[in-house]
């Protein structure tokens, strides 16, 4: 079982940065590959970034390549999504996501098994 619990979400101007944390609660975070997800309102779910057990590895959705950079602190078991250049269209809700046997479609969010709360994340133009 593994607890997540997301911070720093809030308002920001389009072109502005927030810097999204996501602490998990557990004593094996190695054995967890990450990922963020948001889902604005009418809208389904989506994946958003992806990170390896050890960070060596990190993939993005199209829309967050360039922008977002998704990052992890096995030391404070803790995971990162930078997110520069924000426009109105990146307002969501933010989740992250733990998974234990993820290698392939990453971007699915049914193969992983722990989510956290969500962070609302607002662009204003």
């Known amino acids: 079982q593994v607890e997540l619990v997301e911070s720093g979400g809030g308002l920001v101007q389009a072109g502005g940065s927030l810097k999204l944390s996501c602490a998990a609660a557990t004593r094996t975070f190695t054995t967890y590959a990450m990922a963020w997800f948001r889902q604005a309102p009418g809208k389904e779910r989506e994946f958003v970034a992806f990170?390896?057990?050890?960070?060596?590895?990190?993939d993005y959705a199209d829309s967050a390549k360039g922008r977002f950079t998704i990052s992890r602190d096995n030391t404070k078991n803790t995971v990162y999504l930078q997110m520069n250049k924000l426009k109105p269209e990146d307002t969501a809700v933010y989740y992250c996501?733990?998974?234990?046997?993820?290698?392939?479609?990453?971007?699915?969010?049914?193969?992983?098994?722990?989510w956290g709360q969500g962070t609302q994340v607002t662009v204003s133009s």
């Open positions: 996501a733990a998974a234990t046997m993820v290698e392939r479609n990453i971007d699915k969010d049914y193969l992983y098994e722990y």
């Open positions: 990170i390896s057990r050890t960070g060596a590895s990190a």
